[in-house]
Nanobody
Framework: QVQLVESGGGLVQTGGSLRLSCGVS????????VAWFRRAPGKDREFVAA????????YYGNSAKGRFSISQDNAKNTVYLQMNSLKVEDTAVYYC?????????????????WGQGTQVTVSS
């Protein structure tokens, strides 16, 4: 069983930055992926970024490329999402997820563990 707890959300102005944290506990494997998804009001859950637990691979959705960075600290069992140059359209609930290896990294079906989410609001 894997438990995920997100933190770091909040209110920020356009152009600002936030760093989200995902605390991971329970049994994990080096091959697992840990990902960030987000859901804006009225929209489907969207893939943001993912990292292999071993840290050897990272993946980004189109909305994150060039602005967001995913990283991990194995000693702290934490995955981070650094978000820069935030836009109003980044407003969403951000979820952390974990799952076994899959070629479908951006798909929600590849993850069987989910956190409760943390709200990010970007104001203009």
């Amino acid at each position: 069983q894997v438990q995920l707890v997100e933190s770091g959300g909040g209110l920020v102005q356009t152009g600002g930055s936030l760093r989200l944290s995902c605390g991971v506990s329970g049994h994990t494997f080096n091959t697992y992926h840990v990902a960030w998804f987000r859901r804006a009001p009225g929209k489907d859950r969207e893939f943001v970024a993912a990292i292999r637990w071993s840290g050897t691979n990272t993946y980004y959705g189109n909305s994150a490329k060039g602005r967001f960075s995913i990283s991990q600290d194995n000693a702290k069992n934490t995955v981070y999402l650094q978000m820069n140059s935030l836009k109003v359209e980044d407003t969403a609930v951000y979820y952390c997820a974990a799952g076994p290896p899959s070629i479908l990294v951006p798909s929600t079906t590849s993850y069987n563990y989910w956190g409760q989410g943390t709200q990010v609001t970007v104001s203009s």
